[in-house]
């Protein structure tokens, strides 16, 4: 059997199983999660690997669920093909989950579809008797950053340390054993085709920002107050001010939000609390940008004469995709979609942990159509099942023949020519060393 015959018969076998993976994939969209609180689709992710045999390790930063799947024509390289549980909150979406606000308003329930679907071909089409190496299918928490303050409480109580997903699995060691690794991200975007590749994305730094002033009566004595809500407002017009001074090439984001603003009317507010990030191309022009900010935030302080509170965690690195994966990529792609559907994708100015990964091994985050709407819209809906779903399960199984066939001779290719730019604990250290709690009183 060719690699190539071998492909087909996986895919054979992912679309014998294409109405259960999609159903998976709805399932999931219906039962949105926030990050680290993924309960029920951590559960539903562990009770298919053991349908498939697999012996599923669950509960890994919090929620994550993995299990290894064994090639059986020798030793080689761990190849990890991932899939994201979580939902973000997005106002207005109609599928929102009304308790929490929780929507799949990204496609991460697409992920998990797509991951599953992969793992169904590969070991139902037999392709692990002729494949060397490992593959660990990775089920992994919390890749949008929100939830901020529930996240740095977790943190303080020692649950966490670091506040999104992967870096919390990179922490704990459950990426130690892997070599390289790779996810494929539905998209909405019509510019980016049906399939196609990014060059890279930005990384950012979270921020959290609390103003003290005093409280008094608003209508009665307001001149015994000081307002934190004007602090924090001439605060975020200082950071409004500043952004001309941002070169274009950095592509440096700050969008902050006010997540409280008062007690209530009739009392100076005496505490505002604001959240952002600071998003750029390069961790250099990302800690540039963090300056700035810091400082037109103590601008607010300083006219009001108020206190001002700045917490910075460290966020997510930039992301750079592995070129040699890119191109056996883009064969499976075009075989799959037409080469005419086919993008390559420039620089995209979000922000993912997979960069995080990206800093120690290389890795790959494809995207791949079938939504429409705005990504975190409330418009933001799946409307080609197939394409969303299956498609990205066969291209993420084709993947990993490509990458472990013969000897794992792909992987090994890649191994040979990626250079990480940091070690797994230098990573750990500059995450770290970015953390920092300052108190600037006006």
């Known amino acids: ?93 109609p599928e929102s989950d009304p308790q929490t606000g929780a929507a799949h308003a990204c496609g991460h329930n697409a992920q998990i579809a797509a991951m599953l679907g992969a793992a ?3 070991i139902n089409a037999g392709a692990l008797d002729r494949l060397a190496g490992r ?19 977790q943190a303080r109580a020692g649950k966490l340390e670091f506040l999104g997903g992967k870096p919390e699995l990179l922490r704990l060691g459950h990426f130690d054993d892997v070599d390289l690794a790779m996810m494929i991200h539905a998209t ?11 060059g890279s994305n930005n990384g950012c730094i979270v921020k959290t920002v609390r103003y003290l002033g005093r409280a008094a009566h608003a209508g009665g004595a307001p001149h015994l107050g000081i307002n934190a809500l004007y602090a924090a407002q001439i605060g975020l017009a200082a ?8 070169r274009d090439e950095d592509t440096i984001r700050v969008h902050p ?88 994708i420039g620089h995209r100015t ?31 809906a799946i409307v080609d099942k197939p394409l969303a779903y299956l498609v990205p399960a066969k291209a993420l199984a084709a993947m990993a023949v490509d990458l472990l066939w013969e000897g794992a001779t792909g992987a090994r290719e890649v191994l040979a020519r990626a250079t990480p730019p940091m070690t797994r604990q230098q990573y750990l250290a500059f995450q770290r060393g970015l953390a920092k709690r300052e108190t600037y009183e006006g």
């Open 1 to 93: 059997m060719t690699k190539d015959e071998l492909k087909r018969r996986v895919w054979e076998a992912i679309d014998r199983r294409g109405t259960e993976i999609i159903g998976l994939g709805e399932q999931i969209r219906r039962h949105p999660e926030l990050g680290f609180k993924e309960v029920k689709t951590a559960r539903l992710v562990e009770e298919t690997f053991k349908t498939l045999g697999l012996a599923p390790r669950a509960g890994l930063a919090l929620t994550g669920v993995r299990a290894d799947a064994e090639g059986r024509a020798g030793s080689g390289p761990t190849f990890a093909v991932l899939g994201e549980l979580d939902a973000l909150v997005v106002a207005g979406h």
């Open 120 to 122: 169904m071909g590969l």
């Open 135 to 153: 593959v660990a299918f990775f089920a992994v928490p919390a890749e949008e950053y929100g939830d901020i303050e529930w996240r740095v409480n």
């Open 188 to 198: 909405s975007r019509p510019e980016d085709g049906k399939a196609g590749v990014p």
């Open 239 to 246: 950071i409004n001010a500043i952004r001309e001074t941002f």
């Open 257 to 344: 939000i006010i997540t409280h603003g008062g007690s209530q009317v009739n009392v100076i507010p005496g505490e505002v609390r604001i959240e952002t990030y600071v998003r750029g191309k390069t961790v250099e022009a990302i800690q540039d940008a963090n300056r700035k900010v810091d400082r037109a935030l103590r601008a607010g302080a300083l006219a009001l004469g108020a206190t001002v509170e700045i917490e910075t965690l460290p966020g997510y690195m930039p992301m750079t995709c592995d070129a040699t994966m890119a191109r056996a990529f883009k064969e499976n792609a075009t075989a799959l979609v037409g080469e005419e559907h086919y993008r390559q």
């Open 350 to 380: 979000g922000s993912t942990d997979m960069g995080d990964l990206s800093m120690v091994m290389p890795v790959l985050h494809p995207y791949v159509g079938g939504a429409r709407g705005t990504g975190h819209g409330a418009d933001y």
